[in-house]
């Protein structure tokens, strides 16, 4: 047996009033709004009626604070995972739009596809899937949360969709304390692909099925509070 599901967390909002990029750096922990929002996401779920049986955050302040009510609704010892942790960005530290205004910063900023200011998208991607698949495999039974950051979340949506990497970051589904719930169901093996000139051989019966990730479900449940919330730090 496996975990039924994995939820992927996003932390609730940060205390960060001059608006710094605040990447890995230490020292950013939750705003009082933060907390609520955290909180709610322990409560929602809480109300689903789900066994949950691990949880796994990053090593950063504002998630391990962000898994604490979910530590404490479901009686678990939060797991430390490196692996979705906030990806590394040049503009950790400042403040964002002073940033672009400097030349010196300008060639960052020339290959957004990649992107150039950062790890990129496929690093990202790969370490996630790990982290998820692991998840999966670490519990006999049950649900595993994983608390982690925006781009991490919305990279591995991407993913899982098939949809391209690159994109606005102002238009990322991933909210303050929603929660992203994947699946994994087994499918048949496919069929070899046959090499040119070949004729296609059907799939063979007796293979082993495949394992694919799917998204399930997606929630916000600290919405009401979103409107008064500021998300200027995330990468």
Known sequence: MVASQVHLVRHGEVFN???ILYGRLPGFGLSKLGHRMAAAAADDLATRGRPMSSLRVSPLQR????AAPIAAAFDLEPIIDDRIIEPTNHFEGTNMRRALKNPVNWPFLIYPPRPSWGEAYTSIEKRMLA?????FDSVES???VLVSHQLPIWVTHLSVAGESFPHDPRKRRCALSSVTTF?????PSPAP???PGEEQTPADPSAPPVLRLVE???AEPAGS???TASDVGAV
């Not at 998630?63 to 962000?66: A, D, F, H, L, Q």
């Open 17 to 19: 009033p001059d608006g």
């Open 63 to 66: 998630t391990r604070e962000s």
């Open 131 to 135: 982290a998820i698949d692991d998840a």
């Open 142 to 144: 049950g649900d595993v």
């Open 183 to 187: 699946e994994r169901v087994s499918e």
């Open 193 to 195: 692909q046959p090499r």
């Open 216 to 218: 399930v479900g997606y």
């Open 225 to 227: 509070l979103i409107a």
